[in-house]
């Protein structure tokens, strides 16, 4: 056993039954953005490397520590995309997205790369659902980005969650807070590494976790209190178009998001049931992103929302959104009924029930037990004497009764029974026999 190959470290993987609700997730946060008419990309998972560099930041952790990157066979520097946000300005940019209608609005979701150090929550291969926005700084865009995260994380029953909102300014207003907050770091007792993030980004000092540091920042200038009019007056309109969307928030003027792009409105979602690593989803304004990547002045402002996270969110406050089954049906063929079996399988299907069949030649008790496991809550049984009548045995699982049904009949039976059944698939199937052998008239 030792030659066995286990996943690389800090890569989760989602298997039955824990997937599907990994993927009601995806669907249920994608659903408000797709209500909004967002269209969906599709974006290369390895970029050139300087597009990380140029867009995300060379300073951030990000960046300078946990990218995957690597130089291909035409060396070529390229990068295990860490974020979506750059490679969607990128193809914007490169198809000329921004020259049709304004805002251009796109969303995506996949695989992103970091290497971190792996914990509850934080992981080197993390899946994120994400919208990006371009070509308007209209506030009530930002609204818009985030009620969509908001009614996704509500959809799916989340409760204990908060949103936190800032402003981190503009061009025009963040220089001079940026000398204001260099020259405040500069008085404090801070170590030489420190003293030199200070310099070269100093609004990351404001999030070091370190207490003693910490204790220094009390009094730190902070940027919502030194915005321009116009970052003012942007601001105080996003609020407003949340309240009147009824979506709740707190305000937190200390907020240091990972990456550099962000401009005014920023945000960041927490739970409180997954411990140090409560972020399930962030995102914010970019106004000077696309110049900054080659293309127009255009603002834009988006979201990325970690699906692994609310995945562990929902596990957290016990919800378990998507099927509760995923077979409606299992078919158990015995003796030389194996071929019509597959027939009924293959019609069953085709109407849309889920089916599933008991392969290889198990008895009636060991297929009896595969349907058991299966989840089912309907077993169809064809012997050799049901194929000789046309028909087949009907089992409902919870009740164990068991009516027979025409073959040609049942898969319309069938449907029939699912859309009138409760959401747990109970169902139940009239007629009181339990023996394989009473035939029964349909209901
Ligand atoms: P971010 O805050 O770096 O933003 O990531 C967004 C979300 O991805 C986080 O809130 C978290 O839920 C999830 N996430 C990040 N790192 C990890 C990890 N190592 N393991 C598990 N989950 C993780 C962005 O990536 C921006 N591109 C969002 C954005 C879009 N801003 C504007 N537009």
């Not at 609020?239 to 907020?255: P, Q």
């Not at 299966?374 to 009548?389: C, K, N, W």
Request: glycine share 12%; with cysteine; aromatic share 6%.
């Amino acid at each position: 056993m030792s030659d066995r190959i286990s996943a690389p470290k800090g890569v989760p993987e989602y298997l039955p039954p824990d997937s599907a609700t990994f993927l009601a997730v995806h669907e249920a946060l994608a659903a408000p953005a797709i209500l909004a008419g967002y269209g969906y990309v599709e974006l290369p998972v390895f970029e050139d490397t300087n597009l990380f560099v140029r867009g995300v930041g060379e300073s951030t952790d990000v960046v300078s520590k946990e990218m995957y990157t690597f130089t291909d066979r035409g060396n070529r520097s390229l990068t295990l995309r860490p974020e979506g946000t750059a490679g969607v300005m990128r193809s914007v940019i490169e198809h000329g997205l921004d020259r049709g209608q304004l805002p251009v609005k796109l969303w995506y979701r996949g695989q992103f790369f970091r290497a971190e150090r792996p914990q509850h929550g934080r992981y080197r291969q993390l899946q994120q659902f994400g919208i990006e926005a371009i070509g308007s700084d209209d506030p009530a865009l930002d609204a818009e980005v985030i009620t969509i995260a908001d009614d996704g994380y509500k959809s799916l029953g989340l409760t204990g969650y908060r949103l936190e909102l800032t402003s981190l300014g503009c061009a025009e207003d963040r220089p001079a807070y940026r000398d204001l907050l260099v020259g405040f770091l500069a008085g404090l007792d801070l170590d030489d590494a420190t003293r030199e993030r200070a310099q070269l980004n100093p609004l990351r000092v404001l999030d070091d976790k370190r207490p003693e540091v910490q204790a220094q920042l009390a009094d730190a200038p902070l940027m919502l209190d030194h915005l321009c009019e116009a970052c003012a007056e942007h601001f105080a309109a996003v609020r407003s178009l949340l309240d009147a969307n009824e979506v709740t928030y707190v305000i937190n003027k200390r907020m240091v998001r990972g990456l550099d792009y962000y401009t005014r409105t920023t945000f960041e979602f927490v739970h409180d049931g997954l411990g140090a690593q409560g972020g399930i989803g962030g995102g914010g304004r970019y106004d000077g992103l696309m110049a900054q990547l080659g293309g127009q002045e255009l603002s834009g402002i988006g979201f990325g929302l970690g699906i692994d996270r609310t995945f562990l969110a929902c596990r957290a406050e016990g919800l378990t959104p998507g099927p509760t089954r995923s077979l409606d049906v299992y078919v158990v063929p015995l003796g030389e009924a194996r071929t019509r079996a597959a027939l009924l399988v293959t019609e069953l299907r085709r109407a849309g029930i889920r089916t599933d069949l008991s392969f290889g030649s198990r008895g009636l008790k060991g297929a009896m037990k595969g349907a058991d496991r299966s989840g089912a809550p309907y077993t169809i049984v064809i012997g050799e004497r049901d194929l000789e009548a046309g028909e087949c045995q009907l089992k409902a699982m919870d009740s164990g009764e068991q009516v027979a049904v025409p073959l040609d009949e049942v898969a319309a039976h069938v449907a029939h029974l699912i859309s009138t059944s409760s959401i747990s698939g109970t169902g139940s199937v009239s007629g009181t026999s339990s023996t394989t052998d009473d035939k029964k008239e349909l209901p």
